[in-house]
C-alpha cells in the first residue's frame, strides 16, 4: 500500500456502500439512481442554480486553468459558440498528442499499482464532486450542445453521472471476480500436497484516449472515462471542438480528485483542440494508446476501427432508428410519445426514431384504421400540438447543435412527400437562437430506399409506407443488420406481432422498445438498468456499459511461487 | 422452452452442481479438477485402456463417420501420420467453406433460442463423454501429436476437459450476470410510479470458427470451442491437418449429445482439410464467422487479426519464455526441474522456456558461485541424467511432432556455442519414432540478440550470458513486451529481485513463475486457477480463459414494454 493513504483521504471508504448498490443494481436492472435527476433547489440546495450559472458565466471570455496541467503556456482558442447565440471565447491549455502521451505514461506505474478499491474510490468522489457541480455544468451542456436547459441538466448532469457509476461498478466488480492471491494445494497420492501462492493483479492496457462527441460531450463520455480510470489506465480526454467546456470541468474535477487522494492529476488529461488538429487521429494511432473510445460519425469512428488497431476500439456511430407501426389501442397516446421523441432536442439524438414503418393500407387503432397517408398527418398535428407554446417548444427542441443540421433539414425538404415542414421559431429567452420543428416526410419503402437507408441526424423523420407489418419487420431487420441502429420500437395491440419483432429485433441485433404511450421514450435509456447500444449491429461495439465494455480494458496477471515449509505447515 | 424438454435428457439438471462448483473454482482459483487426470483403472474401470486403444485402431484406414453430418459424400483425405511411425490413413466428411457456414447458419436459431442453463447443461455432457472417452482420445492425441502416452492422456484428456469446463463456467456465469427480466419501477413526485418489464436475452454474436493446432488439439482448443458454443454460437471445427482425429472424436460426441437434447447436431461442425487447403483462410473472412479462435503461428494469427476484421479473433501465437536466473537455494532442484521443463514432449509446448538469461559471471547458489558457462554445462549434465533411461527418456520426450522442429534443430547447432547437442534416441516401443533429446547453446545478450528475439519451437533453448541481474530483467521486459511471451520464470533467493521480477512480469504483461524447483513446472498450467496467455503481450490476445474471452461472444439484447394496470397493482 502506498504511504499517501494514511494521510490522505480514504475515498473508497467514504463511497463503499455506494459502490456495492451500484454493482447490485446493474445486476438486478430495476429502477435506481443515485444522483437525483430534478434540477431543484430542495435538492441541490438553495443557491445552487445562481451559484451555477455564475460559475459558468466566469468562465466565458477566460483562459480555463487546469493546474499542474503539462502544455498550458500556448492556450489553444476553441471555436465554443452556444447554439443559443454567444461565443463563449475560453482557450484551453494546450498539448500535443506526443506530449499527451508522455505525461500520462509517467502517471501511469503509480495508478496501475493502485488497487481495484483505491480506484474505484477516487472514481466515486470525482462523481460525486460532478454531481455538485451539476448547475455549472449543465449550462456549459447547454451551450455548447443547443440542448434545453433541464435536459442539459439531467443528461448532462445526473444521468451522465449515473452511467459513470455504472461504468465503475462494472469496471470494479469486474476487477474482484478473482482473488488479489490464492492458495492452490494439490492433494498427491503419496505424501503432502503440493502448495503454492498465487498472486492476481488487474494490469491496464495502457494509456486511454476518449474522443467526445458535441451533442452529448458528458453522458456518452463518461462510460468509457471512468471504465478505462478505474481499469487502471490513464486517459487522455479529447473533446470535440465545439463542446469542450463540460469535458474541461470534468478533467478538472478529475485531478482535484486524483491530486487529493495521492496521484499524480496527470493520470487525466484535457487534450483540447480547434476543429482544424488531427489530435484525435493522431492519439488513436500513437502506439501506446491502447484504448480508444469514440462517440460521432460512421465515417470517423470506421476509421478508428480500420487504425487504431494497437488499441481496444469502442464505438459509437450512426444508424437507422427504427419504429413499426402494426396497431395501437391508444393512438393519440402513440402519436403523442412519438411526437416529443421526434422533438426531444431537435432530433439531434443518437437514439431518436428516424424511420417510422406503416403499413400503405392503414393500421387499426382505438380510433379506427389509418393509412400511411394519414398517419402521418395525424403525427403532424400532434407536433403541431406539442410545439404551439413557444414556452414549451423551447424546452422540447433547445437550438439546432450546427450548420450541418440546418443544411440537411433543408435537404430533407427535397426527398419524398413533405408531411410536415419545419418551422423556425423564436426562443422566448435567446433571440439569436436557431429552433427549428422537425420535418416528417412521407416517404415509399420500395421507391425511396437511398434516402432512408441513410442517417439524417437532426429532427428528420420518415413515414415509410410499407406493404404489411411483416414487410415492416423484414424492413427493420435487414436496415438495421446492414446500417445498425440504437433503438427499435414497435407498436401493437397483437401479441404475436410483438413477439414477432421480438425475433427481428434479436436477429438484427437491437434493442427493441415495445408501445410506449405514456412518459417513457424510445430515445432515452436509463443507467443501470437499460443497456444503451449493442455490438450486434453496425451502429456500435459497445453497450455503454456491460461486462464486455470494461473486459478488454485490463489484463489479470499472475505469479506463483511455493509456499515456505514452515507456512505449509498452517495449511 | 421448446417442447423437447419434456422427453428429453435434461442435463441441466443433470450437471448443475458441478456447473455450480466450476464457476466457485474460478472465481477461488484454488486447486480444483473435476476430471481425474490418473490413467489408471481404478478411476476409469478396468478395461477402459484397452477399450480406449481397440475403438481407436478400428478408427485407422476407415472413413470417419459423422451421422447426419453435411458434405459427407466426398471424404478427405487427411495426412495424418503418426510421430511414432504409422499412417492412420482416415478419412473425414468434406465441406466446403460456403456448406459449413450455411448449414451452421441453419443451425442457429433454435440453439439461440435455448437458455444459457440449456447450453451449458449441454456442454457439461459432452464434456463427461469426452471423459469416459478419455483412453481413445490419448491415443488419437498421441498419434497425431507425438506426445508421450501419459501426457496425452492428461494433457489431451482431463486437463483439456478442465479447461473446457473453465471456458463453460464463465460463459455461463457471464450470460447469468443479469437478469432474464427485471421490473423497472420509477417513483414519481405525483401519483403512480412509471413501471415497465424488461427482458434481457444473451444472444450469440454468430457462427464461429475453432482453428485448432497439431501440437494440443484438444487443449487450446476446448476453450474456445465451449465458450462459443455456451454463449449460443455454432461452432465450425477446422482441425489441423496432422491432428484431426481427436478433434473429430470431439465433433462426433458434441453432436451425440446436441441430436440427444432436441437440437440440430449441425450446432457443432467439422472442416477437414489437407494441408494444401484454404479453409482455414477462407472461413475466417467469411462475412457470416463472427468469431475466431486460433493458436499456432504468429504468421497465420497476425494474418488472421488483420484480415478477419469480421469477427472477435482470439489468438494464441508464437512467444519467447524467458527464465532469469539470478540465485537459488536448492541448485540441483532447479537444474532437475529446467531440464524436465525442456526436455518435455521435446519443448514441443507453447510454455517451453526457451531463453534462460545467466549473469555472465555468475549465480549465486547452495553449491558454489557458477558462470553462465557452467551454468549451461551444468544443465547440459542434468537432461543428460534425466534421459539417460530410455523409457524414462521416452516417456518425457514424446515424438518429434514434424520436419520442421527437425530441421530447426539441425539449425539452431550452427548457432552461439552448442552446449548439449542433441542426440537421437531409440524409443523403446515405436522403432521409427523420431525421438531427440534436447539441445542447449550458449548465447551471448549483446552479440546473439537476432537469434535469441525468434521463437525456435521445439526442443532449442539458449542460455544467455547478460551482463547482471538487472540486465537480465530488462530483456525480460524488453523481448516480452516486443515480441510477446506465455511463461515468465525468475530463481532467487532475494526477495527484491523477486520483487523486481513481477514489476518486470506486469510491466512486460506476462504470468510469472518464482523459484520452480519442485515437481511444478514453468511450462504447465493449472485449470481453474493458472491463466494460460494474457492479452498484454504478442504471444497471445486471450488468457484461455478468463472473462475477457467470452464476453465478446454475445450481447445481451433487451425488450422494454409498460405492465398493463392490471399487473402493476400486484407491485
New interface residues.
Given amino acids: 500500500m502506498p504511504n499517501h493513504r494514511s494521510e490522505r483521504p480514504d475515498f473508497f471508504v467514504r463511497h463503499q456502500e455506494l459502490l456495492a448498490r451500484a454493482v447490485t443494481a ?6 435506481w439512481s443515485p444522483y437525483p435527476e430534478s434540477p431543484s433547489t430542495l435538492v441541490y440546495g438553495v443557491g445552487a442554480p445562481e451559484e451555477g450559472k455564475a460559475a459558468f458565466k466566469a468562465h466565458l471570455g477566460q483562459a480555463f486553468l487546469l493546474p499542474g496541467h503539462a502544455g498550458s503556456t500556448s492556450p489553444v482558442a476553441c471555436e465554443e459558440v452556444s447554439p443559443y447565440g454567444f461565443a463563449l471565447g475560453i482557450s484551453y491549455p494546450h498539448l500535443t498528442p506526443a506530449e499527451a502521451v508522455a505525461v500520462a505514461k509517467a502517471a501511469a ?1 503509480a495508478w ?1 499499482d493502485a488497487d481495484p478499491d483505491d480506484r474505484a474510490g477516487v472514481a466515486a468522489e470525482i462523481l460525486s464532486r460532478l454531481n455538485a457541480a451539476s448547475f455549472e455544468i449543465a449550462h456549459a451542456v447547454q451551450h455548447t450542445t443547443g440542448q434545453p436547459f433541464v435536459m442539459a441538466f439531467q443528461a448532462g448532469g445526473p444521468h451522465a453521472q449515473d452511467r459513470g457509476l455504472e461504468a465503475v461498478a462494472y469496471a470494479w466488480a ?1 476487477q474482484k ?3 488479489a492471491t ?6 498427491q ?1 503419496k505424501g503432502e ?2 502448495v ?1 501462492e ?4 488487474p ?1 491496464g ?1 495502457g494509456v486511454a484516449l476518449l474522443i467526445a462527441c458535441n451533442t452529448f460531450p458528458t453522458w456518452n463520455g463518461y462510460p468509457g472515462l471512468f471504465a478505462s480510470l478505474v481499469t487502471g489506465n490513464p486517459v487522455i480526454v479529447k473533446p470535440h471542438p465545439r463542446a469542450v467546456l463540460p469535458l474541461a470541468l470534468t478533467v478538472r474535477i478529475a485531478r482535484e480528485v486524483l491530486a487529493e487522494a495521492g496521484y499524480d492529476p496527470n493520470v487525466v488529461l484535457l487534450a483540447a483542440e480547434d476543429s482544424f488538429g488531427r489530435v484525435a487521429a493522431e492519439l488513436a494511432v500513437h502506439p501506446d494508446v491502447k484504448i480508444v473510445d469514440f462517440t460521432g460519425s460512421s465515417e470517423f469512428g470506421n476509421w478508428l ?2 487504425n487504431a ?1 494497437q488499441a481496444a476500439v469502442y464505438t459509437e456511430k450512426a444508424g437507422l432508428n427504427t419504429v413499426v407501426v402494426d396497431s395501437t389501442d391508444d393512438y393519440q397516446g402513440l402519436l403523442r410519445n412519438l411526437a416529443f421523441s421526434l422533438s426531444l432536442y431537435s432530433g439531434q439524438m443518437c437514439t431518436t426514431p428516424q424511420n417510422l414503418l406503416v403499413p400503405r393500407d392503414g393500421i387499426a387503432t382505438d380510433q379506427g384504421p389509418r393509412t400511411a397517408a394519414e398517419f402521418a398527418a395525424d403525427l403532424g398535428t400532434a407536433l403541431d400540438k406539442l410545439l404551439g407554446d413557444p414556452q414549451r417548444a423551447a424546452g422540447a427542441l433547445g437550438a439546432i447543435v450546427s450548420d450541418a443540421v440546418s443544411k440537411r433539414l433543408e435537404e430533407a425538404a427535397t426527398v419524398g412527400k413533405t408531411v410536415h415542414a419545419p418551422r423556425t421559431l423564436a426562443h422566448p429567452e435567446y433571440a439569436d437562437a436557431c429552433v427549428r420543428t422537425p420535418l416528417v416526410a412521407l416517404l415509399d419503402a420500395d421507391g425511396d430506399a437511398e434516402t432512408y437507408t441513410r442517417e439524417w441526424f437532426g429532427p428528420v423523420s420518415f413515414v415509410i409506407a410499407t406493404d404489411s407489418t411483416s414487410h415492416s419487420l423484414r424492413l427493420l431487420h435487414d436496415t438495421i443488420r446492414r446500417h445498425g441502429a440504437l433503438t427499435a420500437t414497435v407498436h401493437s395491440r397483437e401479441e404475436y406481432v ?1 413477439q414477432a419483432a ?1 425475433a427481428a ?3 438484427a ?12 421514450f424510445a430515445n432515452q435509456s ?1 443507467a443501470f ?3 444503451h447500444g ?3 449491429n453496425p451502429a456500435a461495439s459497445a ?1 455503454l456499459t ?3 465494455f470494461v ?2 480494458r485490463f ?8 509456499l515456505p515449509a514452515q507456512e505449509k505447515t498452517h495449511v
Fill in positions: 446493474v445486476g438486478e436492472r430495476g429502477y506505474p496501475r469486474e471476480r478473482h482473488p490464492a492458495r492452490w494445494s494439490k492433494p497420492r500436497p503440493i503454492m498465487k498472486t492476481f493483479t494490469v492496457r476501427e480500420d488497431r410483438l421480438r429485433a434479436l436477429d441485433g437491437v434493442h427493441l422498445s415495445e408501445n410506449l404511450t405514456g412518459p417513457v436509463a438498468s437499460d443497456f449493442t455490438s450486434a453497450a456491460d461486462p464486455a473486459t478488454g489484463t489479470v496477471l499472475q505469479s506463483r511461487r511455493h
